[in-house]
Every structure is written in structure tokens, then in C-alpha cells.
């Protein structure tokens, strides 16, 4: 009788201890979970099975998806913040843009363009001459004359103000130099075209006054003409010149 009762204590306590392993086994299964809401019981027979350890991998998984996700997003908006950045870089280039292309011309003579000095001298220049304001202007300054003279002994010696004199209308004098070819066998020069009269005449007045320092009316006048009033004549059309 006393032996029944040891074998019946100690299944017992066998079982006793057997439910209480479950309870633990169980606690680690949830344990397991983590902050899952939906997880399973875990029994002995899942034990053995290897249950435990694949409710363990699905949770390693789970936990890797989210960590993903949430990197994910940090690319996203670190992506988002720099095409912003270069936005506004883009807006700050288009500033420098606006640059102005229209030339402009220099100033060449007395405050004034070479166009504003060709238009000022074809004011003056009337009948055979009209319009070669440019030519007069362009090559002066290139000879280093000053072209408000070289027009005023041009108008003084042909009466261009008005109506060109023979000299010019037939052989392209306009300077009254003299030399050859003749015209018209006088003493006179003939220039094939009337381009290379004016030319003509601007070369021989660098050549044969201003290379000498002969630069003003009252300088040239006693070489140029026997006419003691031909300086104070030339200044004349030159103050015209200059008003027009």
C-alpha cells in the first residue's frame, strides 16, 4: 500500500512539472514575438517539431522588411530636398542672363561717332560731292587730319556749298591741286574717279603741310594759296561746318 502511494506521489509531481515546463515554453513563444499582436501557442509537441524555431525566423524577417521600409524612406527624402537645392541654383544662373549685345560705336572725333562725323560734313557738301561725308571723315583720321579743315579748303576751293566748280565736275579736283595728268591742259590735275580726287587731295595735304607741322589754317595758307585772306576764309567754313 505505502509503495502505490510513492509511484502515485511521484507521477504527480511528474506532471506537476511537466505543465509547469509548458507554461514556460510557452512564455518564450511569446517572448519570441516581440511586439507582434497575432502569435502562437506553443506546446511540447512544437518543441520537438521545430516550431519555435520557425515562428523565431519569421520574426528576423519581419523586423528586416520594416528596417528596409524605413531606410526607404530617409532616400526618398534626402532625393526630394536635393532636387530642391538644385532648383534654386537654376534660378539663381538665370540672373546672369540678361547681358546686353548691341554694339556700340566708339567715339572717333569732337564727341562724335564716325557716322555722326560723315552725316555733320554732308551737311556742307551740296552739288558733285554730295555724300562723301564718310570718305573725308574715315580718311582724314586715318592720315591724321583734322577732317572739319580738310572740308573747309575742300568747299573753299570748289564752291561745294553750292555748285561744284568745273574742276570737279570734269576732273574730279578737289583740292585745286596742280599736276598731271592734265585737265583739260591747263595746269590742273585730272583724277580718274572722284574717290580718288578726295584721296588724292588728303594725301598731298599730309604729305606736303602736316608732315612739315603745318596744321592750321593760318599755317598752310602761305604755301597753299597767294590769297592773304585764304586762312581767314577756310576758318570761316569751318565754324559752318561745325554749327551744322
Known amino acids: 500500500m505505502k509503495k502505490v502511494s510513492k509511484l502515485s506521489l511521484t507521477l504527480a509531481s511528474l506532471g ?5 515546463l509548458a507554461g514556460v515554453l510557452q512564455y518564450k513563444a511569446f517572448e519570441i514575438e516581440g511586439n507582434t499582436v497575432a502569435y502562437e501557442t506553443v506546446t511540447m509537441n512544437d518543441l520537438s517539431t521545430g516550431r519555435v524555431e520557425e515562428v523565431k525566423n ?12 524605413e531606410s526607404n524612406d530617409n532616400i526618398v527624402e534626402d532625393a526630394t530636398t536635393e532636387e530642391v537645392v538644385i532648383e534654386d541654383e ?12 548691341v554694339p556700340v560705336d566708339p567715339i572717333v572725333y569732337d564727341g562724335l561717332t564716325m557716322g555722326q562725323l560723315a552725316d555733320k560734313l554732308n551737311r556742307s557738301l551740296k552739288s558733285t560731292i554730295s555724300g562723301k561725308g564718310y570718305l573725308i571723315a574715315s580718311y582724314s583720321l586715318q592720315l591724321g587730319i583734322d577732317p572739319y579743315m580738310a572740308t573747309a579748303i575742300i568747299l573753299h576751293e570748289t564752291g561745294c ?3 561744284c566748280s568745273r574742276l570737279v565736275r570734269e576732273c574730279n579736283n578737289v583740292g585745286g591741286q596742280k599736276g598731271g595728268p592734265s585737265c583739260g ?4 590735275k585730272a583724277y580718274t ?8 587731295y588728303l594725301d598731298n595735304l599730309y604729305r606736303n603741310y602736316y608732315s612739315y607741322g603745318l596744321t592750321t589754317p593760318e599755317t598752310i595758307g602761305p604755301k597753299y594759296a597767294a590769297s592773304t585772306t585764304w586762312a581767314s576764309q577756310v576758318n570761316n567754313y569751318i565754324a559752318l561746318i561745325k554749327s551744322r
Open 185 to 188: 591742259g591747263g595746269s590742273y
Open 90 to 101: 537654376l534660378e539663381d544662373v538665370k540672373t546672369y542672363e540678361e547681358v546686353s549685345t
Open 161 to 163: 556749298n553750292g555748285t
Open 16 to 20: 506537476v512539472f511537466m505543465i509547469g
Open 193 to 200: 574717279t572722284l574717290d580718288e580726287g578726295i584721296m588724292g
Open 58 to 69: 519569421q520574426n528576423k524577417n519581419e523586423t528586416s522588411i520594416d528596417t528596409v521600409d
